[in-house]
């Protein structure tokens, strides 16, 4: 048992076991719509993060949780869980107060991805399960207070090539909306999962300001065949400039005449947002 209540993971739960919470000990563990590893990834949460145990898969090697970071529900592995009461995940949730600052941080085995969640101890940093070799360079205080849209963008751009994955909110892979609220949790802007809920947390289609006025660095814009219909979201980086998972996390633009002009988003194109009003709502909570 750590220091913070929570036990190892093992791969398979004893029977009538059944935590009431838990806390990611793998680097990324994906999340899944059926206890399978062949079923779609939904998510993926990282290191450091908890989740709220809703149910055990008939073999109990899968667990059926809510996401903590977003409120998603899908099946994650038994392995990649510390489990434990819920009183102990509010405990780890409350000292992992540093998050990892660089797209991987190496340890003696293995590495922490870009997101990973920490808490400061005497002599250093630890993990759920204890101790962790990070260099105090490797992670930074996760801000008490949402920072400047154009921060978001900022963020963005240190992911650059990375490829584009269904599902995932890591340096091993971003889908559009991952890309958004990783960047975003960095920044102390706490973000749904999906596109079509961000756009949602932002006031919905309705707010979306038309593709003629164009945006501010960090600034969201949104995408789809209708206005009932949001499909990907990007990051604004001024005027019709964006970064965006699309294929890769890449730098386009939504002018015609532009040299990295993106047609097939152009045609799509619902509106943009800024984010400052959101992140001002979230901060007088």
């Not at 819920?86 to 340890?107: E, G, K, N, Y």
């Not at 070799?133 to 996760?142: E, G, I, M, Q």
């Not at 949790?185 to 919905?204: H, K, S, T, V």
């Amino acid at each position: 048992m750590s220091a913070f209540g929570l036990a190892a993971p093992v791969p398979v739960l004893a029977r009538g076991v059944l935590p009431q919470a838990g806390v990611v000990a793998a680097p990324i563990a994906d999340l899944r719509r059926r206890p399978d590893h062949v079923s779609e990834l939904l998510n993926q949460a990282l290191f450091g993060e908890t989740v709220r145990v809703r149910a055990l898969s008939p073999d109990r090697k899968w667990l059926r949780v809510e996401s903590g970071a977003d409120g998603d529900q899908g099946w994650l592995r038994a392995w990649s869980v510390a489990p434990g009461s819920a009183a102990a995940a509010s405990r780890w949730r409350l000292a992992a107060r540093h998050m990892v600052d660089r797209p991987w941080a190496t340890l003696e085995a293995g590495a922490l991805p870009f997101g990973a969640r920490v808490a400061r101890v005497r002599g250093g940093f630890a993990g759920p399960l204890g101790p962790l070799a990070l260099p105090a360079t490797a992670v930074a205080p996760v801000p008490a207070r949402p920072r400047r849209a154009k921060a978001l963008l900022d963020t963005a751009r240190r992911f650059l090539g990375v490829a584009y994955h269904w599902g995932g909110r890591s340096p091993a892979g971003l889908d559009c909306s991952g890309l958004v609220q990783l960047a975003g949790a960095r920044n102390g802007i706490l973000l749904p999962r999906d596109a079509r809920e961000q756009c949602a947390a932002l006031g919905g289609p309705r707010a979306l300001r038309p593709l003629e006025v164009g945006a501010q660095p960090g600034d969201l814009w949104f995408f789809g065949p209708d206005r009932r219909t949001v499909t990907h979201v990007a990051i604004a980086a001024g005027g019709w400039g964006i970064v965006h998972a699309y294929g890769w996390v890449r730098e386009g633009s939504l002018d015609p005449e532009a040299g990295d002009f993106e047609p097939e988003l152009f045609r799509w194109t619902l509106g943009s947002v800024s984010i400052s009003g959101y992140a001002a709502r979230r901060r007088a909570k």
